[in-house]
């Protein structure tokens, strides 16, 4: 997500979604990804599924709270016009910072939740028939009373990366953390809670 001008001009004052495409060992140039995903709104932090399938977070004007996850599909090479992933993975305060897994089979994402461990906590649900599940809450082995954000896991699965943010000594610091974690355990929990 970048707040760069989209052609000559100055700088926009929301974030926009933007790729690049790699080329051997090189980068190429940014480029927008147009009207279809961006609006006049911030829209940001953008994860892709095998299927090019790309989910988000925006302020848009349709959303149910102050953040929202949104997914667009890619259909025929072009992007549709994005879809909120609705009530049960959004709320009425902020929901963002998406990860889907490559077969979008769960996403992890952050909530700020005022019953949570902290100022944002990291969630899990789970794609179930075509539906998402109610989001877990990680728990205190992830979760802080500090705003924990930015999930990310590794691509064989094993490990969730993640961002800290506080405050020390009056300065806001952004730590990165990773822990071991299995989706599967959590799909069981989920199973559990179900019975």
Same mark, same amino acid.
């Given at each position: 997500n970048s707040t760069r001008p989209i052609s000559a001009g100055p700088a926009k004052e929301d974030f926009d979604i933007w790729g690049v495409k790699r080329?051997?060992?090189?980068?190429g140039e940014p480029f927008h990804l147009g009207a279809a995903i961006n609006t006049d709104s911030s829209d940001i932090y953008a994860t892709i599924a095998n299927s090019r399938n790309i989910y988000f977070s925006s302020n848009r004007a349709d959303g149910q709270?102050? =953040?929202? =996850?949104?997914?667009s599909e890619y259909q025929k090479g072009v992007y549709q016009s994005p879809k909120n992933l609705g009530p049960l993975l959004n709320t009425e305060n902020h929901d963002s910072n998406?990860?889907?897994s490559p077969k979008e089979d769960y996403i992890i994402f952050w909530r700020q939740e005022p019953s949570g461990y902290g100022a944002s906590d990291l969630y899990i649900s789970f794609k179930q028939q075509g539906n998402w599940s109610k989001p877990l809450?990680?728990?205190p082995n992830i979760n802080t009373k500090q705003g924990d954000f930015c999930p990310f896991m590794q691509p064989k699965g094993k490990k969730l990366y993640?961002?800290?943010?506080?405050v020390r000594d009056g300065k806001r610091i952004e730590d990165l953390y990773s822990i071991d974690f299995s989706p599967k355990e959590w799909k069981n929990k989920l199973a559990k809670n179900s019975n």
């Open positions: 080329d051997g060992n090189n980068w709270g102050k =953040l929202d =996850l949104y997914m998406p990860f889907i809450n990680l728990g993640f961002s800290r943010t506080e």
